[in-house]
């Protein structure tokens, strides 16, 4: 029941906004019968009911990770995040070793494991991607 | 006789050096993606989309590469479900039933070369009744206007939650979600901006790989990550591989009617792979005069939901090819790779792209060959593939996947928006929201609503104009009963217990 109270809650918010978002499109030259704003109201509108039924019938709650996997799959979207923001100034290889390496740490702290994957996954994609398939990265920064 | 001369030019495409080499890479790629637990079709193929475009493929070749890997992943799937009684991908949910136990008693090689040659023989004949369907399909959809196309985009988004949430408010609620990310951007027909609240990334509109890989692919690695650890299964030693005749003759009957089960449950939107192995093996239950020995390691409740899954794999390709909409997760990744290709689905296509359709086709039949060889006597090969331990699997899943996306637009905004994504897909599969229909409605928002925008300016703004044609009535009824239906049958569609160690 909690996990559904906040995301009808949220949904709700959501939506709200959304409307307020969708009454603030400007109207087009063309003549036409629907214009921009009736299917994001209805759209909204739909959305805004659905919130509102989720709230009166909450299914019963997920069951959620306890507190220390939280904690992990917290880290990890931190360390995605890290990548994603550096992968474009540091090229791919640097970002990528140490991402690998801590991602790998997280789901098994082995530090000798989490070495190989590092080293072993950011030159081997790098060279798959970059020359098997020919991607466009760069390998640093310069 | 015109069947046979598409045909011949299919087979003049599928039959080049480049083709056959696509075909038979993306099923052995497949093969591994749907062995691997927590990597299926639809992540699978998602996160190899953006790999397909770096390779500068035209759409047939592309077509070709994916579909091959999204047959691959359907044979894969079972693998991991015999094995260790953890379902490579959700369709193959239904093989652990028996399988499992079938492997536990020693008979792993059996039930692995069964599935294979039941997946064989499910996706053979589906891919002939896609050969045989998809034209008359298309014929029909010469007749539909922006009216029906409306009432079909309807159908589709009130039957694809349907079974894969248990509650029918959040599936509506997530088909809604998509669509309403697809308003964000600029407007198609005023070319004012819409939703953006200024932010100038906002103007081109959410990428839809950019949320596929997200919602698909980094979500799952959150998922795996969650539950690595605590769903272990005692793996099953393999010893030699022989092929048992007898029983796979035995299981002809039962193939054979689980694949025409799977194949039409693939055609009708919104049911997908899933719901045709469960139908298969229920049905093959059903009718069985030895009930009990179903879940204690029954030959043909192995071979049943290999075939419905595999059947239905090609069914689902029917909808999305002929009236460009998809029936399940997989085609719906393929439609993207088809939109983003610029290639329109629908009649038209079969007129004027009769190449990327046969050469699509004849390419499907020779994979199925391939994926037979594959999957009867080098499945070994694959077996071994399982043991590769996740500290090295999803680290290296989630380079492929920033990789990939990086690559396509090279910003970090899109990398961020994915990671988004991710944690967002992950709330949903914990809240029971599927992720199916957000998928569909950010591919499909922009065209419902030009559709029912044409409807109108041809209509004078009339809305009675949406319920006007046969062909629509038919679609809004079977959209109305899509959506209410799953409602009273959903305590009769659960699935039976996995067997416990």
Known sequence: ?142 | MELLANLSQGFAVALTWSTLILAISGCFAGTIIGSLPGLGPSNGVAILIPLAFSLSLDATEALVLMTSVYYGAMYGGRISSILLNIPGDEPALMTTLDGYPMARQGRAGDALVLSGVASFVGALLATIGLMILAPILARIAYLFGPAEYFALYMLAFCTLGGLSSRNQIKAGLAAIIGLAIAMIGLDNTTGLPRLTFGSLHLMDGVDFLVAIVGLFAVAEIFIYMESHGRESAIGVKLERITIPFREIGNSAVTMLRSTLIGFIAGVLPGAGASLGSFLAYMAEKSLSRDKETFGTGNPRGVAAPEAGNNAAAGGALVPMLTLGVPGSGTTAVLLALLVTLNITPGPLLFEERPEVVWGLVASLLIANFVLLIMNVPLVKLFVRILSVPPWILLPGITMVAFGGIYSLSGSSYDLVLMLLFGLFGYLCRKLDVPTVPIILGILLGNHMEDSLRRAMVISDGDWTYLFTSPISIVLWLAAIGGFVAPMFLRNLLRTPPRVED
């Open chain 1, 1 to 142: 029941m909690t996990g559904d109270r906040y995301f009808g809650a949220a949904v709700l918010a959501i939506t709200g906004f959304y409307l307020y978002g969708a009454s603030t499109i400007p109207t087009g030259f063309l003549p036409d019968p629907v214009g921009s704003r009736t299917f994001p109201y209805i759209l909204g509108g739909l959305g805004f009911l659905c919130g509102f039924l989720i709230l009166l019938r909450p299914d019963d709650p997920p069951v959620w990770p306890s507190s220390s996997i939280v904690l992990k799959l917290a880290l990890a979207a931190a360390i995605m995040y890290g990548f994603a923001e550096t992968l474009q100034p540091l090229g791919f290889i640097l970002p990528s070793a140490v991402t690998t390496a801590l991602l790998s740490y997280l789901i098994a702290p082995n530090i000798l494991h989490s070495l190989i994957a590092g080293g072993g996954l950011s030159v081997g994609l790098y060279v798959i991607l970059k020359h098997g398939l020919g991607l466009g990265l760069s390998a640093f920064w310069f």
